[in-house]
């Protein structure tokens, strides 16, 4: 930093705090952005970033996990309503009117 500010960090939080010598006055309290700091606050950010991206590439493949095991299912019970309407035939049987149920 410079002459003018003193950087304090707490070893329990890691929080970062920024005091002006003159006065003792906090002027600045930095978080940090990730459980495990590097202390560089450009470098966490990229890292927090990376790793929200890979997390987002992981639901991802899971939902298009999801959607093909679906579809699969779901080609599978139209396979075999096909197959069981190829036993049965044709309906020959005309279905009846709403007239003739009285």
Known sequence: MND????????ECKTILIVRRKDGKLMEVRKPIL??????RFEDA???VK????????KVEAAKEREKSKMDR???LFKEGL????KEGPITK?????????
Do not use: V, Y
């Open 35 to 40: 459980e495990d700091s590097t202390g560089d």
């Open 46 to 48: 990229f890292r927090k």
């Open 83 to 86: 197959e069981q309407a190829q």
């Open 51 to 58: 790793g929200a991206k890979s997390e987002i590439e992981k």
């Open 4 to 11: 003018e500010f003193i950087e304090i960090a707490c070893p």
């Open 94 to 102: 005309k279905p009846g009117s709403e007239m003739d149920l009285d």
């Open 74 to 76: 779901l080609n599978q």
